[in-house]
């Protein structure tokens, strides 16, 4: 087999839409679970079908590439057969590390208080949130929107990333040790002046990086001092 030149794919999105009208679902075993089953497999191939495409992508999911008369049918599928189908558009969505598979929990609870509370609030442009359960982040938390890093009951927080591109860049550091309690509110003040500054489609690192000289994001950060966390 060639890995390289002579290995181009025949069914991508651009061409699949050539001859018909696909729409593309990002699926997954789970926010921390990075493990599918044969059954999972077999489900993916039956709804992909003969006319689809299946890729994976750099964000811990695998594309599909559906018919878009199929997808509401092909969506429940996917779902009951215990797959994670994200949700498209401009919206928060959740991405977190596998805990070492299951054997580092700790932050497992708060970060599904997080999708719960944040995941699906619309944003101006698609807002990555990366949970990583510790410091070793070795999913590359601070390379997202928000990165979050765990250490014993708190998190820090990383703004800023630039996720691709000749500028690609990490985060930068915004908040040390923001205590467990105090974390869903805090990110729904970050995503609040998100909301309220930026610019029409503005992405959020390009919202951080003209705006964090302003006022508003050192109150943030003091008002997480006062609070004592
Ligand atoms: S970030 Fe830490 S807890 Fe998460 S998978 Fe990597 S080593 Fe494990």
Redesign the pocket.
Known sequence: MNAFRKNIPDKTFAKLNNNGDFTRLAVSPGIINKHYSPAQFQTIAKVVGETGAIKYSASYSIILSIPTVDVTDATKELQDAGLYVAKQGSSVAMKA?????G??ME?APITEQLYHSLEGLTVPTRLRLNV????????N?VYDDIGLV?QKDSFDVYLGAVPMGPNAQAGTLFAKRVGVEHIEDFLKQIIELYKEHARPNEPFYKFYRRTNSEDYWEMLKSKTIKTGV
Do not use: I, M, P
Not at 97 to 101: L, N, R, V
Not at 132 to 139: I, K
């Open positions: 590390c596998d805990f070492c598979d054997d580092k932050a990583n359960g510790c410091a070793s982040a070795c999913y938390a765990y």
